[in-house]
T-cell receptor, first 112, second 114 residues
Framework: TQLLEQSPQFLSIQEGENLTVYCNSSSVFSSLQWYRQEPGEGPVLLVTVVTGGEVKKLKRLTFQFGDARKDSSLHITAAQPGDTGLYLCAGVRESSGDKLTFGTGTRLAVRP | EAQVTQNPRYLITVTGKKLTVTCSQNMNHEYMSWYRQDPGLGLRQIYYSMNVEVTDKGDVPEGYKVSRKEKRNFPLILESPSPNQTSLYFC?????????????FGSGTRLTVV
């Protein structure tokens, strides 16, 4: 059983569409991060959220941390082909000290 | 340029032949970690190191060894590789020993064990 479940696993959309990726757990997290990984490269940190209910925006990307700090979402507005990649959430559980645990990943393909 | 450098990028080897994947960072980070990435399983931690001479097991340490003799280097050693260790491996570093730190990843090593 994965600690952090992401959905959907795969997503193929047309350029210009909006999408939301979810990261869910039954555990409470002290912080949660989102990474994007492009083919042939390592993950690159996009954002870190630490407060329940926190919303952060990065251009067309909006990240939200759930009020109970058990889940997070990533919303992309007007997706572009350059958004294509693997999106990973990663969190630090309150009960596990500093260990960072990664989610299963969502592979996004944006068609021109 | 601040970076984590892994070598080699690609490696095909035979079962039982010892190999080492190197990892080096130039950011004076205390914390370094090795992950493997497999389809549907995400990134799983193999070993991590909080500082020089301090290493500990992650979630999937079986079949792997590490060492941290210098702050900048954190090699991953497979003494007797097996086909189930075929995977994509990433080294990462962070300034502090904390999951809230900014993790910098290497570009990955794709290992195939036949």
């Amino acid at each position: 059983t994965q600690l952090l479940e992401q959905s959907p696993q795969f997503l193929s959309i047309q350029e210009g569409e909006n999408l939301t990726v979810y990261c869910n757990s039954s555990s409470v997290f002290s912080s949660l991060q989102w990474y994007r990984q492009e083919p042939g490269e390592g993950p690159v940190l996009l954002v870190t959220v630490v407060t329940g209910g926190e919303v952060k925006k990065l251009k067309r990307l909006t990240f939200q941390f759930g009020d109970a700090r058990k889940d997070s979402s990533l919303h992309i507005t007007a997706a572009q082909p350059g958004d294509t990649g693997l999106y990973l959430c990663a969190g630090v559980r309150e009960s596990s000290g500093d260990k960072l645990t990664f989610g299963t990943g969502t592979r996004l393909a944006v068609r021109p | 340029e601040a970076q984590v450098t892994q070598n080699p990028r690609y490696l095909i080897t035979v079962t039982g032949k010892k190999l080492t994947v190197t990892c080096s960072q130039n950011m004076n980070h205390e914390y370094m970690s090795w992950y493997r990435q497999d389809p549907g399983l995400g990134l799983r931690q193999i070993y991590y190191s909080m500082n020089v001479e301090v290493t500990d097991k992650g979630d999937v340490p079986e079949g792997y060894k590490v060492s941290r003799k210098e702050k900048r280097n954190f090699p991953l050693i497979l003494e007797s590789p097996s086909p189930n260790q075929t995977s994509l491996y990433f080294c990462a570093s962070s300034l502090f020993y904390t999951g809230q730190g900014f993790y910098t990843f290497g570009s990955g090593t794709r290992l195939t064990v036949v």
